[in-house]
């Protein structure tokens, strides 16, 4: 359990902002062979921790840094071999890539008990699987 003083802080940050998200348009779920996307509905405000690492898959998922991520409103896979995604405002990243994105933790399995199952977030259905790792909402 990673209980270090900038995991805390991100943790706040994301759990005194979550509220003030406002749906704005639908999320997206996108398969690509093995691995869920997900992709956030449109929000009119957000988070302002930063989050990232190495682009990888966790629990069947794109994510970074070993948390799954919940990517902006408008991010698309431009290729699936070696899966490549564009981030709207950050770039284009392959499996392996270093990201770094602004947003907050809305799943933080060291800060509450959570129930295993699916988790519900920007739009989307984080699937099980995907929910048994920490959970990073980017905007």
Not at 35 to 54: F, H
Not at 71 to 80: A, I, L, R, S
């Amino acid at each position: 359990m990673d209980l270090s003083p900038r995991r805390t802080v991100r943790a706040l940050v994301a759990s005194s902002a979550v509220p003030l998200l406002a749906a704005c348009g639908a999320g997206e779920v996108i398969s690509v062979a093995d691995v869920t996307v997900l992709v956030s509905e449109r929000t009119g405000a957000g988070m302002d921790a930063l989050g990232g690492g190495r682009l990888e898959v966790s629990g069947g998922c794109l994510g970074a840094g070993g948390s799954v991520i919940v990517w902006p409103h408008g991010t698309e896979v431009v290729d699936d071999d070696p899966l490549t995604i564009a981030v709207p405002g950050h770039g284009t990243y392959g499996l392996g890539d270093e990201v770094e994105v602004g947003g907050g933790f809305v799943l933080e399995h060291s800060s509450r008990n959570w129930e295993l199952g699916p988790f519900d977030v920007a739009g989307v259905t984080v699937p099980a699987p995907c929910a048994e790792h920490d959970v990073f909402l980017a905007r």
